[in-house]
T-cell receptor, first 113, second 115 residues
Framework: AQSVTQLGSHVSVSEGALVLLRCNYS??????LFWYVQYPNQGLQLLLK??????LVKGINGFEAEFKKSETSFHLTKPSAHMSDAAEYFC???????????FGKGNQVVVIP | DAEITQSPRHKITETGRQVTLACHQT?????MFWYRQDLGHGLRLIHY???????NKGEVSDGYSVSRSNTEDLPLTLESAASSQTSVYFC??????????????FGPGTRLLVL
């Protein structure tokens, strides 16, 4: 079975500062990894995903994440936070041929002007 | 444009009543999923389907059922609503044709309050 850990349900970041959201996973087989974003009163949309190949993955809105197998991590970063980044962010894991996602509990990001 | 819709967007019901939440996608996707979102729990999988007439239980399936009679729709039924089923429900779909993990596309959600 796979599981996902996201620490810190609420994350505050100053506008222009680095955004760092941590995600650690456990999986018995090589995982597929995802970050989704949820804006208020909306569904989830994909930010980025790792399946195979390059371990540094770039997504929409300036976000990127790096898959580190040795650390079982897939942390999400953005160099400079914008007010529009205020949202909830979910890390998710799947495994080959499964097509089912296991989600972390999410990080609510607040951007301080 | 292809899309995934959910109805109703908001629903208030009473304990013991049967409730059906609709999910409709126009991508012709094989895979469809139902999740519930609760504070402190993230999203948890209720039921999923890999094609017409295929349904499977997820991690929190007790009290819920689904049926898949066509490609486009996967309605979620709460057989006898309980207050513990107050939640936000999301439907999602993915292509299911590549054999690899594919992106899931989410609907806007249904807020259900059980009194």
């Amino acid at each position: 079975a796979q599981s996902v850990t996201q620490l810190g349900s609420h994350v505050s970041v100053s506008e222009g500062a680095l955004v760092l959201l941590r995600c650690n996973y456990s999986s018995s087989v090589p995982p597929y990894l995802f970050w989704y974003v949820q804006y208020p009163n909306q569904g989830l949309q994909l930010l980025l995903k790792y399946t195979t190949g390059a371990t540094l993955v770039k997504g929409i809105n300036g976000f990127e994440a790096e898959f580190k197998k040795s650390e079982t991590s897939f942390h999400l970063t953005k160099p400079s936070a914008h007010m529009s980044d205020a949202a909830e962010y979910f890390c998710a894991v799947s495994r080959y041929g499964n097509n089912r996602l296991a989600f972390g509990k999410g990080n609510q990001v607040v951007v301080i002007p | 444009d292809a899309e995934i819709t959910q109805s109703p967007r908001h629903k208030i019901t009473e304990t013991g009543r049967q409730v059906t939440l609709a999910c409709h996608q126009t991508w012709n996707h094989n895979n469809m999923f139902w999740y519930r979102q609760d504070l402190g729990h993230g999203l948890r999988l209720i039921h999923y389907s890999y094609g017409v007439h295929d349904t499977n239980k997820g991690e929190v399936s007790d009290g819920y059922s689904v049926s898949r009679s066509n490609t486009e729709d996967l309605p979620l039924t709460l057989e006898s609503a309980a207050s513990s089923q107050t939640s936000v429900y999301f439907c999602a779909s993915s292509s299911g044709t590549s054999g690899l993990q594919e992106t899931q596309y989410f609907g806007p959600g249904t807020r259900l309050l059980v009194l």
